[in-house]
């Protein structure tokens, strides 16, 4: 009986305790730096896409949400010709993030991706494509990899020596 | 004097469907103060108008009969609630002179509108043909008729002190000494009787939602649901009236504010004990429940009537 009572004053004294709602749309919860949300194909320091279209994301999503065409550039490097993700599909689990070789494809903290029309979840690559180097300030692909391209060939790439002529190791 | 008669009528009536209507909101808005939370505060000044906006959504709701269900007792089960509970208001004095029925009866006839209230869930509970609601109008039945014995049982305190049904001469009589003085013990005796009356938490075994989905009204949808509704704020309502008016002095209070306001106020206190009791208390099991009213609560309130009659008889002698 006196427990009663008194988890019944304990639940009265809350009436002078803070509350813990985050009265949401003009108070935003602090979000993770880390949070899986909205999927953003990046760019490099140069401003050039990332992306290489290797599939590997569409490979890796599991919901089967991402789907793209690779296409080549007349310098030579490979781009997406069409980058498509229905977020009404998504299930933001950040798969394609791990799986990307080349740091494009990054989940950013927002999820404030509501809309009125399903259609309008399915992100074509210009909604997809931010001005922005997302979480890996400096990286660009195609000056690490010895992937030779117009202006760049085998070998001038960051921490990567000239190509060795086998034919002049031979005896 | 007729006109007079109407306009405490339709007064009454007025205040006590909007009281009903914003203890939705209050109790919404209370619990979750003390749980922490804001409750509903976007509609209008603090969300008051959800009230507003429930009451369209219920009337919008399609208002469905379950084929399976005995169709006019299962439309006659919801009004039943909300009748009974507004016919014992009746005879509730909400300050010197203003009740609608002045009877020399009226504890008997409080008590006989809160029996009459359990036909509503045995009713309700047994046309909706589904095992839960009859489940939960077993529960309820035997849950109200036996908390109803000792709750008549520890309204015979003060009916003895004052030596009258009449619920405006036990007020008068009370000029001297609240009957929460004498009477303490009949007064938590009738406060948990009342609880258990209403079929409120933590004596909410006829709903049960954790068990028996909705318990009664399992079936009933829209405005049907909505009386039930309604019938359980009146029921709060009208038990915290009666405590008010039977141990806490009714209407009675320091002279500069009005009787009616006096009434208003403390029934306002009850009604937030009755929520604060939702926010704090965790449901008993049923048996646990009936022994408690046989086994505890029955002999406490024979020993309390007993007592006040021998004290009583002492002090005419």
């Given at each position: 009986m006196f427990s009663l009572l008194r988890s019944m004053w304990l639940v009265f004294l809350h009436m002078f305790h803070k509350r813990e709602t985050y009265q949401y749309p003009e108070e935003k919860a602090p979000l993770p730096a880390?949070?899986?949300g909205r999927i953003a194909l990046t760019r490099d320091p140069d401003g050039g896409e990332r992306c290489v279209g290797c599939y590997l994301c569409a490979a890796a999503c599991p919901v089967d949400c991402i789907s793209l065409q690779a296409a080549e550039a007349p310098d030579g490097r490979r781009y997406p010709g069409f980058f498509r993700i229905n977020f009404s599909r998504?299930?933001?689990?950040g798969f394609c993030e791990e799986a990307c070789p080349t740091y494009a494809i990054q989940l950013l903290p927002d999820f404030e991706m509501a809309e009125y029309d399903r259609q309008n979840l399915v992100y074509e690559k210009e909604d997809l494509l931010i001005n922005s180097q997302g979480k890996y300030p400096g990286y660009n692909y195609y000056r690490v990899a010895g992937m030779a391209i117009a202006g760049k060939d085998k070998g001038?790439?960051?921490?990567e020596e000239p190509p060795v002529n086998v034919r002049s190791l031979l005896p | 004097m007729e006109a007079q008669y109407w306009w405490i009528i339709g007064g009454v009536l007025f205040v006590l469907l909007n009281t009903a209507a914003g203890l939705i909101w209050l109790e919404r808005r209370m619990l979750a103060l003390w749980q922490d939370r804001y409750g509903p505060?976007?509609?209008g000044p603090f969300g008051i108008l959800i009230v507003l906006a429930d009451t369209l959504k219920l009337f919008f709701k399609e208002d469905w009969i379950p084929p399976f269900a005995d169709k006019v007792v299962f439309v006659f089960a919801p009004a039943v609630v909300v009748a009974s509970v507004l016919m014992a208001f009746?005879?509730?004095?909400?300050?010197?002179?203003?009740?609608v029925a002045d009877m020399n009866i009226g504890v008997l006839f409080f008590l006989a509108m809160s029996s009459l209230g359990v036909y509503s869930i045995v009713l309700g509970g047994w046309a909706s043909n589904n095992k839960y609601a009859l489940l939960g109008a077993m529960r309820g039945a035997s849950q109200m008729i036996s908390y109803e014995v000792f709750m008549g049982l520890a309204l015979m305190g003060p009916v003895i002190l004052s030596g009258t049904f009449n619920l405006s001469g036990i007020v008068e009589a009370q000029r001297g000494m609240w009957y929460i003085f004498p009477q303490l013990l009949g007064f938590v005796i009738f406060f948990i009787a009342g609880i258990a009356e209403t079929h409120r938490l933590p004596f909410d075994i006829p709903e049960a939602e954790s068990e028996?989905?909705?318990?009664?009204?399992?079936?009933y949808s829209g405005m049907k649901f909505g009386m039930f509704f309604i019938g359980e704020y009146l029921g709060i309502t009208l038990i915290s009236s009666m405590i008010v008016t039977l141990y806490f002095g009714g209407w009675l209070g320091p002279a500069f504010l009005p009787g009616v306001i006096w009434f208003v106020l403390k029934t306002f206190v009850f009604i937030m004990v009755f929520i604060l009791l939702r926010a704090s208390m965790p449901r008993p099991r049923y048996d646990q429940l009936m022994e408690y009213g046989w086994k505890v609560l029955f002999p406490l309130s024979l020993l309390n009537l007993l007592g006040t009659a021998a004290v009583k008889l002492f002090i005419d002698k």
């Open positions: 880390r949070w899986r998504c299930i933001f689990c001038e790439a960051r921490h | 505060n976007r509609a009746a005879v509730v004095p909400f300050g010197p002179g203003i009740v028996l989905v909705a318990g009664f009204h399992s079936e």
